[in-house]
């Protein structure tokens, strides 16, 4: 498919999300379009392969008769392998292709069919592997909310024409290289992360700074044994580090629901078979899921100085001990790091997303701070990225990456990219030229007068293990010197010019017979 087919296929998506938006906000209509693009996804990918192991016998599995002991002699030997294939199993009327088809006649009323559908597909994972990979998955998709239509005669007739429209689009499952619908499903992501407001920060990392990220933990290592995120949102930044690097095991927790479903979706829609990730739905400081296990990337952008508990009993948890203090409970910032820390192996790499002002604040953060970088020496470097990139925030940003055995402990990289974006209409953005200039300057360390510096160790001390970039980076740019002499002249010239107008202004005031202005 080339760049512009793709751009026509995801133009056509996003027309036929709008048809959902009615009443709807983005968060609502984007659970709706994403669900049936997904239930679509498993539909072709279960005919693909079903009819992989019939070939033999000259059989197309949607032509399978459910209602024969044949078929479903057939459909029992599918299942099985599917199940442990794939992680799901559809029957041949409960194909997308086939409620689509019987949606798009008048009359045809499908939403409870449709609900049916949606719930067997959780129920085929029952007691197998998979099962925690699809549980709740299509929770969101309420088929009988009012915001569908006022009646369920206009409910049914929308979401046909959704259907319908859908189905009409070739996903090219069939090509094995293809990952045009996962570009698809991230473009739409996107998209409504635009809309979305604050919101939008919960589930989506824009596309840029996803790839800086993967790029920096991806650094000479075109295969990872496994990478984590302990806010994974909607999966992408997890899926970005993918597209960096061969990654056998994907890892990460997220609170919300609706995000976890999303994010459980997005895994599965590109390709990632069900036994090589593992997300949880929870509160990862309160109730860490993969707290034994060791990361060779963590790639991260939780919230920024959201609040915790803080709980002094959290003083004894392995992943705050050895630090003597903890974050203070209105900014939980730090304590993102420290867990992460504990999950990051010893030969990995940790890259994540902070606000500015884990660099200098001080009392318990100031103490954290030093301990990392005066005791463990783990802080590698810190990049200042531009204000108002992120959905939801216009805050200026920074990445802290981290690395317990580093190739250069003698001195952390400091780089002021707070200049590299261009404007757009609502919020600024990083072109493909930053991007390389960030992950080439950090890759190979350089230094640049007014971008980047290498300040030692014995420097940072200095400052107290303050890292706010301005004392490493000096961005001042001087002023062109004034040459006094010139602007006394024409100081001299405005006078003159202002004294022959004062007596063209008296001599009117004169004819008019009134007092001149003193």
């Not at 379009?33 to 000259?58: P, V």
């Not at 067997?120 to 998979?130: A, D, F, L, Q, V």
């Amino acid at each position: 498919m080339t760049e512009e087919q793709k751009k026509k296929l995801e133009q056509k998506l996003w027309d036929i999300a709008n048809t959902l938006r009615g009443k709807m906000n983005a968060d609502e209509f984007r659970d709706y379009i994403l669900g049936f693009i997904f239930f679509k996804y498993l539909s072709e990918r279960m005919h693909l392969y079903a009819n992989g192991i019939l070939a033999q016998d000259g059989i197309d599995f949607a032509d399978i008769d459910e209602t024969t002991e044949e078929g479903q002699a057939y459909l029992e030997a599918v299942s099985d392998a599917t199940l442990d294939a794939l992680g799901y199993f559809l029957k041949p009327s409960e194909l997308f292709t086939s409620i689509a088809k019987r949606g798009s006649k008048p009359g045809n009323f499908i939403l409870e069919d449709l609900a049916r559908i949606l719930s067997n597909i959780e129920r085929s994972t029952m007691g197998t592997e998979s099962e925690d990979d699809f549980d709740d998955l299509f929770s969101d998709m309420d088929l009988t909310s009012n915001k569908l239509g006022r009646s369920e005669e206009a409910k049914n007739t929308l979401i046909a024409k959704v259907l319908t429209h859908l189905d009409e689009i070739d996903f090219e499952l069939e090509k094995a290289d293809s990952d045009v619908l996962g570009d698809a499903y991230e473009y739409l992501i996107g998209q409504f992360a635009s809309g979305a407001g604050k919101k939008a920060g919960e589930f989506y990392t824009p596309q840029e700074v996803s790839t800086i990220l993967a790029k920096i933990v991806t650094t000479g290592k075109p295969r990872l044994r496994n990478v984590y995120d302990p806010t994974c949102g909607s999966g992408s930044l997890l899926l970005r580090v993918a597209k960096e690097a061969e990654v056998t095991d994907f890892r990460g927790q997220e609170m919300n629901r609706t995000t976890y479903n999303l994010a459980r979706m997005n895994m599965i829609l590109h390709g990632i078979h069900y036994r090589n990730f593992d997300l949880k739905q929870e509160d990862t400081l309160e109730h860490p899921q993969h707290v034994d296990e060791r990361f060779e990337a963590v790639v991260a952008n939780p919230p920024f100085s959201a609040k915790w508990s803080a709980n002094p009993l959290l003083q004894t948890d392995d992943r705050f001990a050895q630090y003597g203090r903890l974050a203070p409970a209105s900014k939980a910032d730090f304590a993102f790091v420290q867990h992460m820390l504990h999950q990051l192996d010893e030969n990995g790499t940790m890259a994540c997303i902070l606000p500015h002002g884990v660099l200098f604040r001080g009392a318990a953060e100031g103490h954290i701070r030093e301990y990392i970088i005066k005791d463990r020496n783990w802080l590698d470097a810190v990049i200042g990225l531009p204000a108002n990139i992120f959905y939801g925030t216009s805050i200026p940003t920074c990445i802290l990456v981290f690395k317990k055995c580093r190739e250069h402990p003698e001195d952390i990289l400091f780089m002021d990219a707070s200049t590299c974006f261009e404007k757009a209409k609502n919020q600024n953005y990083l072109r493909p030229e930053d991007i390389t200039k960030i992950v080439g300057m950090y890759q190979r360390r350089g230094i640049e007068e007014r971008f980047s510096h290498r300040a030692p160790l014995a420097e940072v001390a200095e400052n107290d293990y303050n890292l706010n970039i301005p004392r490493y980076v000096d961005t001042f740019e001087p002023e062109e010197p004034i040459d006094l002499a010139e602007v006394a002249a024409e100081l001299k010239a405005n006078a003159e010019s202002m004294a022959d107008l004062d007596a063209q202004i008296a001599g009117f005031c004169s004819d008019l017979g009134i007092e001149a202005p003193v």
